[in-house]
């Protein structure tokens, strides 16, 4: 297994739910900022949501405001992904992604993240 492991991913019909968890690794998890992304096909990768708890901080993209809960449990090192009422548009391949608390600034759309995981698939159709 890689730093990164998500799981949680399957299909569901349009206004479903899932919770997706992404469990970091112990030797840098500790107060890293951590973000969800994700890639249709034929679609560049999209930012959705961001925790750093360090600075209070918990940033969702427009498409997923309101309907997507992102939160960690830094018991276990894990950061999940609560999603309600999907919709077709919201079918993709989902990633989770870390970086140390020092190279966690305001860009947490483009920067360049220091860990991935390898993604879950999340299937919205009737």
């Known amino acids: 297994q890689g730093d990164l492991v998500e799981s949680g991913g399957g299909s569901v019909q349009p206004g479903g739910s899932l919770t997706l968890s992404c469990k970091g690794s112990?030797?840098?998890?500790?107060?890293?900022?951590m973000s969800w992304f994700r890639q249709a096909p034929g679609q560049e990768r999209e930012a959705i949501a961001h925790?750093?708890?360090?600075?209070?901080?918990?940033l969702y993209a427009d498409s997923v405001r309101g309907r997507f809960t992102i939160s960690r449990d830094d018991a276990t090192k894990t950061v999940y992904l609560q999603m309600a009422r999907l919709k077709p548009q919201d079918t993709a391949m989902y990633y989770c992604?870390?970086?140390?608390?020092?190279?966690?600034?305001?860009?947490?759309?483009?920067?360049?993240?220091?860990?991935w995981g390898q993604g879950t698939q999340v299937t919205v159709s009737t």
């Open positions: 992604a870390g970086d140390y608390p020092s190279r966690c600034g305001r860009d947490w759309v483009s920067k360049d993240y220091a860990y």
């Open positions: 925790i750093n708890t360090a600075v209070g901080r918990r």
């Open positions: 112990d030797y840098w998890y500790t107060s890293a900022c």
